[in-house]
């Protein structure tokens, strides 16, 4: 939107194509954005909606493109509904989808007591009891490493054999960062209340952990594969390859921005690199329109 916001400032015809499931649509408060820092991300995105609405060349629809393609140099998208749209410029800022443990209660406390970004949501669980689940010396034992700059209480659970490598595990354990192996059968919750949580990761095989909060570092994927449909180069599940001056694809006239792309993955930066987009796309337009 940030990027539908800069064109119709200069005067661009806009179409905004929004199928209203945002990353963060669990999130009870959006942080780390100067001047919007804790806002409801559901109130930020209606402000966003109602400052568009100033300007009568920005449409903003509720859809879900399914197709995309690129025929003679114009842009067609396709609905699931069955809407027909042709554009000169293409931005797709699509975002990813996160694959949560599927243990019972992750979903449930998703946004409230367990979180996937550390500099999204670790001030507020500051202090706490903390647990980290992922496996590996990166996903695993480095976002339990990372966790202690906000808590001295971090355990790391792997769900199974952790993949830890020895010198990650002596790193771990110098700095009192206990590992539990154990596959988990749950999470037993004991208050859902956001950033005030309790809960118990139940194993089942050994005894129980009680914690305030849990991050966890599994996969994620493309919400849409649209890139993929246009031939983008350096396609894959957690983004695309572009040009970070300019959020360029491969493809001419395609641009990638926030989560579709492979950058810090944060709201601020998501509008900063929609902004960027917005610019490379007007400039590439006034050279087409004034030979």
């Not at 992750?106 to 669980?125: A, N």
């Not at 202090?127 to 996903?139: E, H």
């Not at 154990?182 to 118990?200: N, V």
Request: proline share 3%; glycine share 8%; aromatic share 8%.
């Amino acid at each position: 939107m940030n990027a539908a916001l800069v064109l119709g400032r200069c005067r661009r015809r806009v179409l905004v194509l929004d199928n209203e499931r945002p990353r963060n649509h669990a999130s009870h408060a959006m942080h780390g954005f100067l001047g919007h820092d804790g806002v409801d991300p559901k109130r930020f995105r209606s402000i966003a909606r109602a400052e568009l609405g100033s300007y009568p060349s920005v449409v903003v629809q509720e859809a879900t493109v399914s197709n995309a393609s690129n025929v003679d140099g114009m842009f067609w998208l396709r609905t699931v509904d069955g809407e027909l749209f042709k554009a000169r410029k293409l931005l797709v800022a699509s975002g990813v989808v996160d694959e949560l443990p599927s243990a019972p209660g992750f979903r449930e406390l998703f946004g409230k007591g367990v979180f996937l970004c550390p500099y999204c949501d670790g001030w507020e669980v500051r202090d706490q009891a903390l647990a980290v689940y992922g496996r590996g010396d990166d996903k695993g034992g480095g976002l339990a490493i990372e966790m202690r700059q906000w808590s001295a209480d971090v355990v790391l659970c792997s769900d199974g054999p952790s993949g830890l490598s020895a010198a990650c595990q002596s790193r771990l354990a110098r700095h009192n960062i206990i590992v539990r192996e154990d596959k988990i059968a749950g999470l037993q919750i004991h208050s859902d209340e956001p950033y005030r949580s309790s809960f118990d990761i139940v194993f089942e095989s050994s005894a129980r952990l009680q914690r305030a909060a849990l991050f966890f570092n599994t996969h994620r994927h493309q919400s849409t594969d649209l890139a993929a449909q246009l031939g983008c180069k350096g396609y894959a599940s957690e983004g695309c390859e572009i040009d970070n001056r300019q959020q360029a694809s491969s493809i001419p006239g395609l641009y990638i921005a926030g989560d579709a792309s492979r950058d810090v993955l944060q709201v601020v930066v998501a509008a900063s690199e929609g902004a960027q987009a917005a610019i490379a796309i007007n400039a590439a337009l006034i050279e087409e329109d004034f030979v």
